[in-house]
């Protein structure tokens, strides 16, 4: 029902940045809300950072706080993450999700639709 396409990642240097964007399509944009995930090998997925329906409110883990920025535009269908002062442990392989149901959703089962995922790797 919903197709959901990462892209942007890659290999950036401690303290660089990258932005991935998520394409999204299928259904109707907004009537999700979209949030970001990452895993790293022998990690489990882990919560990075969620936006509303409407791009009004953003949540995001303690770890990424005020290094990463999600944003949205509903009308590229489109959801993004900016991420700044990359640290090596940010190295992960990174998901977009969508959620249809739950309006701040943190946990992978509240999530209805995912992406393949995009490697990122931050030199040390």
């Known amino acids: 029902q919903v197709q959901l396409v990462e892209s942007g990642g890659g290999l950036a240097q401690t303290g660089g940045s990258l932005r991935l964007s998520c394409a999204a399509s299928?259904?109707?944009?907004?009537?999700?809300?979209m949030g970001w995930f990452r895993q790293a090998p022998g990690k489990e997925r882990e919560y990075v950072a969620s936006?509303?329906?409407?791009?009004?409110?953003?949540y995001y883990t303690v770890s990424v706080k005020d290094r990463f920025t999600i944003s949205r535009d509903n009308a590229k269908n489109t959801v993004y993450l900016q991420m700044n002062s990359l640290k090596p442990e940010d190295t992960a392989v990174y998901y977009c999700?969508?959620?249809?149901?739950?309006?701040?959703?943190?946990?992978?089962?509240?999530?209805?639709?995912w992406g393949q995922g995009t490697q990122v790797t931050v030199s040390s």
């Open positions: 936006i509303s329906r409407s791009g009004g409110n953003t």
């Open positions: 299928g259904r109707t944009f907004r009537a999700f809300a």
């Open positions: 999700a969508a959620s249809l149901t739950v309006p701040r959703p943190t946990k992978v089962g509240e999530y209805d639709y």
